[in-house]
């Protein structure tokens, strides 16, 4: 099992930023991939960034050139930093981690962005 227990959500000012943090914990050996997704009210869960073990990163349309993603091994937690919010960043952040064919969520942060 993998743990993975975020924090750093919060209410901000539209073209604020926050840095969102994802623990993890447990037998994480193996893991292959990490990712940031979020959930607005009414809508489906969406990919926001992963990142793979070698670091290489991939990001939603939305967010580019706003967001980074990065993870520290040493600390076994994994970074989502937001720049340049918006309202319609306004959502639940989960984190995950997909091992093997094992799929690993955290219980998610509330990100609330006010015009």
């Known amino acids: 099992q993998v743990q993975l227990v975020e924090s750093g959500g919060g209410l901000v000012q539209s073209g604020g930023s926050l840095r969102l943090s994802c623990g993890y914990s447990?037998?994480?050996?193996?893991?292959?991939?990490m990712g940031w997704y979020r959930q607005a009210p009414g809508k489906e869960r969406e990919l926001v960034a992963t990142?793979?073990?070698?670091?290489?990163?991939n990001y939603a349309d939305s967010v580019k050139g706003r967001f980074t993603i990065s993870k520290d091994n040493v600390k076994n937690t994994m970074y989502l930093q937001m720049n340049s919010l918006e309202p319609e960043d306004t959502a639940v952040y989960y984190c995950?981690?997909?091992?093997?064919?094992?799929?690993?969520w955290g219980q998610g942060t509330q990100v609330t962005v006010s015009s």
């Open positions: 995950n981690a997909q091992k093997l064919k094992s799929s690993y």
């Open positions: 990142i793979t073990n070698g670091g290489g990163a």
């Open positions: 447990g037998f994480i050996s193996g893991i292959n991939a």
